[in-house]
């Protein structure tokens, strides 16, 4: 495999194994992952965000994305592998640099997110022209 370096790539369901989770990251959540789910089934193109990897010991290591990154596995496992669109479900990677600190990072990333209140979500339709 050539070496990857600060990229984003989309892996298929055939690349699963060249990835791996962090054992000391949090535990996955089922209830979200199967929220996660859900909503590629309905439409994989709007879910767009990529989980984050470093390279270690040859094998791609998630600090950022683990709840993503499993409900996409389940979902090719249980055969799913197209949304409600016919859109194909793709696993978007960013490979960075492994200079960084990465547990550093995965901590960083996992404590910095701000999740939108109601505010945020009747800002956002009122700005696309949906009422509700």
Not at 59 to 82: P, Q, S
């Amino acid at each position: 495999m050539r070496e990857i370096r600060n990229e984003y790539f989309y892996l298929t369901r055939h690349d699963v194994d060249m990835i791996s989770t962090c054992e000391f990251n949090r535990n996955i959540v089922k209830k979200h992952v199967k929220k996660i789910k859900a909503a590629l089934l309905k439409d994989s193109k709007s879910f767009y965000v990529a989980i984050i990897v470093v390279m270690h010991d040859g094998k791609m290591v998630i600090i950022d994305g683990n709840h993503r990154f499993t409900a996409i596995k389940e979902l090719w496992e249980e055969g799913n592998y197209l949304d409600s669109k016919g859109n194909e479900i793709e696993l978007r990677v960013q490979c960075i640099n492994e200079k960084v600190d990465a547990e550093k990072l995965m901590v960083q990333l996992n404590n910095t997110s701000l999740k939108w209140g109601v505010m945020d979500f009747i800002r956002f339709n009122s700005h696309r022209g949906n009422p509700s």
